[in-house]
């Protein structure tokens, strides 16, 4: 098992910035992949940034702005998001992937949301 606690979130204006975290606890050695999602009100779930080693992955909204981190020693990833648009407002989930069990771990989520 794998347990993931997102933070960070809030109310923050158009062209601000933001740092969400997910500390992560449990069986990380299995985890290969990390990640962050995103659902807005009445929309699907989206991939907003991955990582996994050393390679870090964008969607086409994120790319340039937002910048996908891990530190080991704290067990917490992150998510630095800048230049933020209404559009980012939703809520953040913390992912994590178990690629030999193919198992799917999140975290509860962490809510943002960007005013005009």
């Known amino acids: 098992q794998v347990q993931l606690v997102e933070s960070g979130g809030g109310l923050v204006q158009a062209g601000g910035s933001l740092r969400l975290s997910c500390a992560f606890a449990?069986?990380?050695?299995?985890?290969?992949?990390m990640g962050w999602y995103r659902q807005a009100s009445g929309k699907q779930r989206e991939e907003v940034a991955s990582i996994s080693g050393d390679t870090t992955e964008y969607s086409g909204s994120a790319k340039g702005r937002f910048t996908i981190s891990r530190d080991n020693a704290k067990n917490t990833l992150y998510l630095q998001m800048t230049s933020l648009k209404p559009e980012d407002t939703a809520t953040y989930y913390c992912?994590?992937?178990?690629?030999?069990?193919?198992?799917?771990?999140w975290g509860r989520g962490s809510l943002v949301t960007v005013s005009s």
């Open positions: 992912h994590a992937y178990d690629l030999t069990r193919g198992l799917n771990y």
């Open positions: 449990g069986n990380i050695a299995r985890i290969t992949t």
